[in-house]
């Protein structure tokens, strides 16, 4: 005899349209992970490249760590000026600039190879061209011919950044110096009262002060018309200064 009942419930298929909607959506999420993680760990903090900006790469001698990558790149910038930017790459940096100011990365290419040395040496004569161990001022518009160097940023402990107390709108760097270093930057500014000591950076001249008396206590602080930018790059030049490194154009990974 025939009946009549109502369908059974589809349970299973429901199931298994929910396993289909799912899995996909797991694998965008996993997808999205590993991109935003690709992008935190190639890019500097806040240092995103806009599409279109011509860039220049650089890479560091040896087997660079984040700190130096990080370090390098600021002390680039500092030197491109303008609105130039950085990422970090496996190898070393890649630095962009507007279309505008295209030209920041031919000069920085031309100082190519950049040793990273921090050295104290004291100034014999300003405004000087031809003659030996010449060496531009940070903002290009002076030179300065200087004699043997009197001492290293080997002995740097620390060196940070801050805005300038004595100049509203300029930054400054404070340098802190090892025991050792106290003790050899008094020896060195004692023999040089009367006298400017130049404070050069990767080859360039980025203050002169004179020096009035012996400075003691092994705390350099380093003014001059600085922006935000230019002290965050000597900040990390000074820093590089204890463990110095080579810098050279080429693919940074």
Not at 9 to 23: A, D, E, F, K, S
Not at 41 to 59: E, I, K, R
Not at 96 to 121: M, N
């Amino acid at each position: 005899m025939a009946s009549l009942s109502a369908p059974p419930p589809r349970r299973r298929r429901t199931g298994l349209v929910l396993l289909l909607i799912l899995v996909p959506s797991l694998l965008v999420v996993a997808l999205i992970f590993a991109v935003g993680l690709y992008v935190l760990t190639t890019l500097g903090p806040g240092q995103n490249l806009p599409a279109g900006w011509p860039t220049a790469g650089f890479v560091v001698s040896g087997n660079p760590t984040s700190d130096t990558r990080d370090q390098v790149g600021k002390m680039l910038v500092a030197r491109a000026g303008g609105s130039a930017r950085y990422t970090t790459r496996p190898n070393g940096v890649l630095i962009g600039v507007p279309l505008a100011e295209k030209s920041a990365l031919q000069r920085i290419r031309s100082l190519a190879p950049i040793h990273t040395d921090v050295e104290f040496r004291p100034v014999l004569s300003t405004g000087t061209s031809g003659a030996a161990s010449v060496l531009p001022s940070l903002d290009g518009k002076n030179t300065y011919q200087v004699g043997p160097v009197a001492m290293t940023g080997v002995h740097v402990s620390a060196a940070e950044s801050a805005a300038s107390s004595n100049s509203p709108g300029d930054w400054q760097v404070t340098v802190s110096l090892d025991a050792a270093g106290a003790k050899e930057f008094d020896d060195v500014t004692a023999r040089l009262v009367g006298q400017e000591l130049a404070i050069v950076v990767a080859g360039t001249v980025v203050s002169a002060p004179m020096i009035q008396d012996a400075i003691t206590g092994g705390q350099v602080i380093v003014q001059g018309k600085f922006s935000h930018a230019d002290a965050d790059g000597l900040t990390a030049a000074f820093q590089l200064g204890q463990h110095p490194v080579t810098v050279n154009v080429g693919n940074p990974g």
